[in-house]
């Protein structure tokens, strides 16, 4: 169990405890799950370094986790980044490292899962062994938190000795994070609450789904990894008071954080003013901001 801390834990405001995730390597807490994923592919043997390739669907920040994580091996890494992602975005990824593929297939019209499956169907002739992340069905994303993220907050918490609940505000992509970090607070004794966040007009839970510019964060799927039944709530912020939070907290503290990050503040501030020094608010700061000012 990895128990030492490696992003801070700070309260930011009376009552709120934010996670810096955005201060790990890769930019994001989604390192986490891909630095888990690869080591244990790696133990089993399902990836074996100078013959296997790893291969995912994401121009997001799983992908920067991928690139760091396998690089310390060095495994190459193949992307399928899907063409809505930002030009600057696919020049960072190959600057970590990986190598973004199916760009005329994505052009043609192709889903980046179906460059994926292409990919795999045709590993032998391109003379591939492939192994595919998988992060939304691969149950090491989940370990990652419960096992690594979750036991470090644990670790950090004892600076706040009087706390005894906890209220979890998480948004969520694959779920990982949020049920792996209360399923690990939980088991240290925390009472915990946790409230969903949502883009408006998005309901994960039943599959329903807008356009929205909160990436990261219900993404079309329902979230494979939420235990629906540890969520006691679910806000939804629309994407105009999510802008007015997110330059106040950069204002205020000197972070620009993300669009999610910035979307659970929201709600984590609201809250934060009902809070004691028995019951404190808890939320992630994802990633940082930069990337999203494209979006808007
Ligand atoms: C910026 C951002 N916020 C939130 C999430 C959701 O994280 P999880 O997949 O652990 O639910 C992601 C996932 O990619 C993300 O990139």
């Not at 005329?104 to 179906?114: I, K, S, V, Y």
């Not at 510019?213 to 969520?231: C, H, N, R, S, T």
Request: charged residues 20%; hydrophobic residues 40%; glycine residues 8%.
């Amino acid at each position: 169990m990895q128990t030492k801390a490696f992003t801070p834990l700070l309260e930011v405001l009376p009552g709120l405890l934010a996670k810096f995730e955005c201060d790990n390597p890769g930019g994001s807490h989604k390192v986490r799950a891909a630095r888990h994923i690869v080591n244990k592919a790696l133990e089993r043997g399902e990836i074996i370094p100078g013959r296997t390739t790893v291969i995912e669907k994401t121009g997001g920040n799983f992908g920067f986790g991928l690139a760091v994580a396998c690089h310390k091996f060095n495994i190459p890494v193949e992307l399928a980044v899907g063409l809505s992602f930002s030009p600057v975005k696919r020049q960072c990824l190959e600057l970590f490292g990986a190598k973004l593929i199916g760009v005329d297939m994505l052009n043609e019209g192709l889903a980046p899962r179906e460059v994926i499956e292409w990919h795999l169907a045709h590993a032998e002739e391109l003379g591939k062994h492939y192994y595919y992340t998988d992060q939304f069905n691969n149950p090491d994303s989940l370990a990652a938190h419960e096992f690594e993220t979750g036991p470090e907050i644990v670790e950090q918490l004892k600076a706040w000795p009087h706390i005894k609940s906890l209220t979890l505000v998480k948004c969520a992509g694959t779920g990982a994070s949020l049920t792996g970090i209360a399923r690990s607070l939980i088991a240290a004794g925390y009472l915990i609450r946790v409230v969903l966040v949502e883009p408006v007009g998005c309901d994960s839970q039943s599959g329903v789904f807008t356009d929205h510019k909160f990436e990261g964060m219900a993404v079309g799927v329902k979230p494979p990894f939420v235990d629906w039944q540890l969520i006691s709530e679910v806000k939804r912020v629309d994407y105009e008071r999510m802008l007015i939070c997110q330059k106040e907290f950069a204002r205020a503290n000197g972070y620009f954080v993300g669009n999610t990050t910035a979307a659970c503040l929201l709600i984590a501030q609201e809250l934060a003013a009902k809070t004691d020094e028995a019951h404190k608010i808890l939320t992630l700061l994802y990633d940082h901001g930069l990337w999203y000012l494209k979006m808007r």
